[in-house]
């Protein structure tokens, strides 16, 4: 079975503080995703990679950067967060070839 | 650009009955994929169910399957036998593939099953 992990279910952190979220797959997929989930606005892009490396803007960047510097491995960079940022932030992966995303179990980030 | 919208926020089933989700979405694309994803509380998102928009049979997964209206760009879910596990968020998904695979989702619908 295709897993994806992030490295924190829950974050509690003061507004200015830089903030490192990790997603960690483990099936060699290509692509892989940041979205954040917000009730009643569904998942929005924030960044996506296709490789290693390489990374493109999604919907809602801005606050936001992303660093891949391996395959399995995209982390979400808070430079300096902001109570704005609290929200629920989902990492997913997929194969190159139109597939299934696969998501991780998701970080509750509060921001104080 | 390309809008995914489920209307309703929140349905309720009775266990064992069957329900429909209903989805839209707006592309200038021929060739496309959908999904419906399910979140559980305070469980990861799955794959529900795929239609890729080049076959015209709707796809089926146990007791999950979908009515897929391309002219009317209509991609329903329905679910037999609702089962109290059913109780979940329900998201449309779609993606014109292309080597991205961006996602765009609709806003989720809260699904409860009563026993």
């Known amino acids: 079975d295709v897993k994806v992990t992030q490295s924190s279910r829950y974050l509690v952190k003061r507004t200015g503080e830089k903030v490192f979220l990790e997603c960690v797959q483990d099936m060699d997929h290509e692509n892989m995703f940041w979205y954040r989930q917000d009730p009643g606005l569904g998942l929005r892009l924030i960044y996506f990679s296709y490789d290693v490396k390489m990374k493109e803007k999604g919907d809602i960047p801005e606050g936001y950067s992303v660093s891949r510097e391996k395959k399995e491995r995209f982390s979400l960079i808070l430079e300096s967060a902001s109570t704005n940022q609290t929200s629920m932030y989902l990492c997913a992966s997929t194969r190159l070839s139109p597939g299934t995303q696969y998501f991780g179990p998701g970080t509750r980030l509060l921001v104080l | 650009a390309q809008t995914v919208t489920q209307s309703q926020p929140e349905m309720s089933v009775q266990e064992a009955e069957t329900v429909t989700l209903s989805c839209t979405y707006d592309?200038?694309?021929?060739?496309?994929?959908l999904f419906w994803y399910k979140q559980p509380p305070s469980r990861q998102m799955i794959l529900v169910i795929r239609?890729?928009?080049?076959?015209?049979q709707n796809a089926t997964e146990n007791r999950f399957s979908v009515n897929f209206q391309k002219a009317a760009k209509s991609f329903s879910l329905k679910i037999s036998d609702s089962q109290l596990g059913d109780a979940a968020m329900y998201f449309c998904a779609y993606t014109a593939g292309g080597g991205s695979e961006k996602l765009v989702f609709g806003k989720g619908m809260k699904l409860t099953v009563n026993p």
């Open positions: 239609q890729e928009a080049y076959k015209q």
């Open positions: 592309t200038s694309e021929s060739d496309y994929y």
